[in-house]
């Protein structure tokens, strides 16, 4: 991993000064961080999702990867001893390409650990009946994957409105969970859910305080899911053209993309530096 010092020159005015936008476009980020309390790096959990937090969003999924900058503090950050996990609607092995990271846990299918056999067929289904009806809408793609299924439409922006009314009511029919998002709607079983996924996490791990960092509309479970924590917590919305800073009115902080977020992962990873990297062998 190259020197972060070097990749990374000093940021200057982070919200925002002369001609560079503003990053931070809601809240200030020493007083949000200050929220966390003095926890040291390892009672520190780090939940964030991967499209449009850590990676900007593409017009074909597949070509997005997240921002060299958040990979490299978030490599960091495990060093320090922080909980790292990325919860995705992503494949967990697509997931895993794109977030080669050693300790950073990965929760592909927003963590449900592949459908059962009864939400699988209910998938097939779903991907059978929507399959047929979006097949000679131009722009519009179906992507199964093990756990969920995605209905892009980034190529057809305007095609959102009928697609909606048209799919939800299949998805509810086998009863499946729709969640629209940036240029797609997301079917799931019900119990796929970030916000449960967050809880499994916290379950597993009791971290003293917990930072969940999101854009979309699958992510505002993950904000509730913290908002109901009695440890302190932080929310970090991830605005965009598509999801301007008043759709996250419950966060402690909205930065502008995923640019924002490696601003504010810089800031963290400069609070749990003064720890220094965590000697695996200490005891807790
Ligand atoms: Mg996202």
Same mark, same amino acid.
């Given at each position: 991993m190259p020197d972060l010092g070097e990749l990374f020159p000093p940021l200057i005015g982070i919200g925002g000064v002369g001609d560079r936008p503003p990053r931070v476009l809601r809240g200030d980020l020493q007083p949000a961080l200050a929220k966390l309390g003095d926890i040291r790096p390892g009672q520190l959990l780090l939940a964030t999702d991967f499209d449009?937090?850590?990676a900007p969003i593409t017009a074909e999924p597949n070509t997005a990867s997240a921002l060299p900058e958040n990979l490299a503090i978030i490599d960091r950050l495990i060093d320090y001893g922080v909980h790292v996990a990325v919860i995705s609607g992503r494949a967990q092995h697509d997931l895993r390409q794109r977030i080669p990271i050693?300790?950073?846990?990965l929760l592909g299918d927003n963590g449900i650990g592949g459908p059962t056999p009864e939400e699988r067929r209910a998938l097939n289904r779903f991907n059978s009946?929507?399959?047929?009806m979006i097949a000679r809408q131009p722009g519009v793609w179906l992507e199964s994957k093990p756990g969920s299924t995605s209905v892009h439409y980034r190529?057809?922006?305007?095609?959102?409105?009928?697609l909606r009314i048209a799919v939800l009511p299949i998805a509810n029919r086998f009863g499946l969970v729709s969640t629209v998002g940036r240029m797609v709607i997301?079917? &799931?079983? %019900?119990? @796929?859910d970030k916000g449960r996924a967050l809880l499994v996490l916290i379950a597993g791990l009791e971290p003293k305080a917990v930072i969940y960092a999101g854009d979309d509309e699958p992510d505002h479970s993950a904000f509730a899911t913290l908002s109901r924590l009695p440890t302190p917590h932080l929310s970090v919305g991830v605005s965009s053209t598509e999801?301007?800073?008043?759709?996250?009115?419950n966060c402690d902080l909205v930065v502008d993309g995923p640019d924002g977020m490696s601003a504010f992962l810089r800031a963290? &990873?400069? %609070?749990? @530096?003064?720890?220094g990297v965590e000697d695996p062998l200490a005891p807790d």
């Open positions: 449009g937090t850590l050693a300790g950073s846990r009946k929507a399959g047929r190529g057809a922006p305007d095609a959102g409105p009928d997301e079917v &799931s079983p %019900r119990r @796929a999801r301007p800073a008043k759709s996250f009115g963290l &990873s400069e %609070r749990m @530096a003064r720890f």
